[in-house]
């Protein structure tokens, strides 16, 4: 199904897809395993909200995504080249280009953050 809109039911199609994505993959799962355990319910709607906020501007999630990555350990730029990677398949799976395109651009600058925070520079 692609997704005209971009509205909380298709954030909520996007973060669910792609963490079924995560769990399957043999490299990411271990990463968000160790962090998330059996949380995941509460860590989704957490995405939700953070994808709405983004996207819609809900407000409706507030943290430090920052700082609460920064406590994760393990991380390479493997895992950065992934998460991309399976973010943007999903995105372009499910949104037309242009939604599509948008939330990527913003996965890119989370992903470079993140990376210059973990490796002093982006390496991806």
Known sequence: MTYQELNTASITALVHEFYNDVRADPDLFPIFNA???????????????????????????QGNVYGKHMLL??????????????FEATSSR?????????????????????????????LV
């Open 35 to 61: 962090a998330i355990g059996s949380n995941w319910g509460p860590h989704l709607d957490r995405m939700v909200d953070f994808w709405s906020t983004v996207m819609l501007g809900s407000k409706s999630f």
């Open 94 to 122: 499910l949104f037309r280009p242009e939604i599509a395109k948008d939330f990527q651009i913003t996965a890119q600058r989370i992903s470079s953050s993140l990376q210059y925070g973990y490796f002093g520079s982006t």
């Open 73 to 86: 350990t393990g991380i390479n730029k493997d895992h950065f080249v992934r998460w991309l990677s399976l």
